[in-house]
């Protein structure tokens, strides 16, 4: 047999057997259906982001969308995501699917005004936690994400995640189908968290411009001069 055939039929054996390694790993932990239910959140969440659904583009269009991600504001990713979709999303995967990952937990404010409505949250799916230690095998912040979540029950928050994507990039292996699923998951339960109910959206933005107005007000009496201690200074003896 020709040495270039061998080198090709090796080659291609190569590329079918991590593929279907890769299969093989999201079979250990979901359906058929909820795979592909997995891959339609994966494909959304590209599609709001990038505009295109190719995951073998998913690697470019993180990279190429990390510094507006991390940005102080944290907006981006609300900014980009359509609420309407991300809806209708959920009305495309099954009960299992959902369930598998998210849960609506009752959640309350502890100031004034209280008000008490429901968020998005872990499921406590054990299943999931243990589909995601296994993609922490070769990433150390995912498997200290998957013992975060299994131990507080809550899908971190903040961009801690996409500032160690910047900061150590070998760790992360974007063109992986499960870390392109979690990556997924996580940004959309951000987006969630931040529009499921509007009631709750608006009194925290109101708290936060309150707290800006007292910050305001705090800054400007630390400014002011102390007129009369200067004048007391200032009186003859």
Known sequence: MPKKLTLFILINFSLLTFGQQERTDLNDFFTKSEIEDLNLIAEFF??????????????????????????????????????RKHKKLYSKISDSTFQRIWGLCKTWRTIEPKYEYKSICFSQNENFITFLKKVGESNPYLESYAEKLEKVGSFESGNFLVWNIIEHPQNWHLGDRKVQIVLAIHFLTQNDKQKRDKKALRLEKRDIRKMKRNRKKKNRKKTLPDYGFNLLRSRPN
Do not use: M, R, V
């Open 46 to 83: 590209q599609t709001e982001l990038c505009g295109i659904a190719d995951s073998t583009k998913f690697e470019s269009c993180i990279k190429e969308s990390l510094a507006d991600i991390a940005d102080w504001k944290q907006t981006y990713i609300q900014d980009k995501i359509s609420w």
